[in-house]
């Protein structure tokens, strides 16, 4: 496994594995890797000759007062992870490697980027899509790996492909869960034990309105206000959003027509943590 610091070395070491006829898979992730991450690794590794990984916490997509320095990292760890996924080249940039004095250009994705954490995070998406677009530029993938955790994020990269004819396929992954059912995320490590132990609470409460729906139930308002009620019985979780929304375009359902997702971001403390449903 060989790491990279620059643009122009991991650039070069693409262009000769494309040169020798071998197809490249891209997992982008900003480290901390825990097994979501790691599924996402394994499945590139059986879509392309040569898997390639980057770590970066990138500050654009953070917004001010959000957590980019306490942002967990650990690079020794995440580079015994991936050695052992089979990761034949990770990319490392430093933030004055990606955004360079000067540096005054970004992606925009329209109307999917608004809804949901688009909101509540205005710069959020244009940091993800254009780090994301630069990272596709550098390391030139095949295939590129997503989970569905982000949902919104991947819609948004799968809106930015299509709309800039960029040679990637996107591989949309499931969320892989505790055995409790709270998603994984890199952010967990913030919570207390009580937190925690309170968070388990999200998934269970999408379940919940699953079921719901599963039963026949048709009243969105009902499945929405059964969800509130559960997360913030805990009194230890504030709900950011909650919305039930078309899968495709993210455009709020008010009567409820599978396939719908039904998407949640909460405060369990200060920690911030999104997850979703799909209801098909
Ligand atoms: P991050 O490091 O949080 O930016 O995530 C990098 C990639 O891993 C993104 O495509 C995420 O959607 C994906 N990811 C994060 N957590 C999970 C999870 N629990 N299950 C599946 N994919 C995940």
């Not at 980057?54 to 007062?65: D, E, K, R, Y």
């Not at 925690?196 to 269970?204: D, G, L, T």
């Not at 805990?234 to 375009?249: A, E, F, G, N, V």
């Amino acid at each position: 496994m060989i790491v990279f610091e620059t643009c122009e070395k991991m650039s070069a070491w693409s262009r000769e594995r494309h040169e020798g006829g071998e197809t490249i898979a891209f997992v982008p992730t900003m480290g901390f890797l825990h097994e979501g991450h790691l599924s996402l690794l394994r499945k590139g590794k059986e879509l392309g000759a040569r898997l390639v990984l980057s770590l970066f916490v990138n500050p654009t997509q953070f917004g001010p007062g959000e957590d980019f320095d306490r942002y967990p990292r650990d690079i020794q760890g995440d580079l015994e992870k991936a050695e052992k996924c089979g990761v034949d080249a990770v990319f490392i940039p430093t933030v004055e490697t990606m955004y360079p004095e000067g540096f005054q250009t970004i992606c925009v994705v329209g109307e999917i980027s608004k809804p949901l954490c688009g909101k509540i995070r205005p710069v959020h998406f244009q940091g993800v899509t254009t780090v994301v677009l630069k990272l596709f530029h550098i390391v030139s993938p095949e295939f590129a790996l997503f989970g569905q955790k982000d949902f919104q994020q991947l819609k948004v990269i799968e809106r930015m492909v299509k709309d800039l004819n960029l040679p990637v396929e996107i591989v949309p992954m499931p969320i892989v869960r505790e055995g409790d059912g709270l998603a994984m995320s890199s952010r967990n490590k913030y919570l207390s034990s009580n937190e925690r132990e309170a968070a388990r609470v999200i998934f269970s409460s999408l379940q919940n309105a699953k079921r719901l729906v599963d039963q026949g139930n048709r009243d969105s308002q009902r499945i929405l206000n059964g969800v509130s009620a559960a997360l913030e019985e805990t009194q230890k979780i504030k709900i950011d959003y909650l919305h039930l929304c078309d899968p495709d375009t993210l455009e709020e359902m008010t009567v409820l027509k599978p396939p719908a997702l039904l998407a949640v971001a909460c405060f369990v403390g200060k920690t911030r943590l999104i997850d979703n449903i799909l209801i098909v």
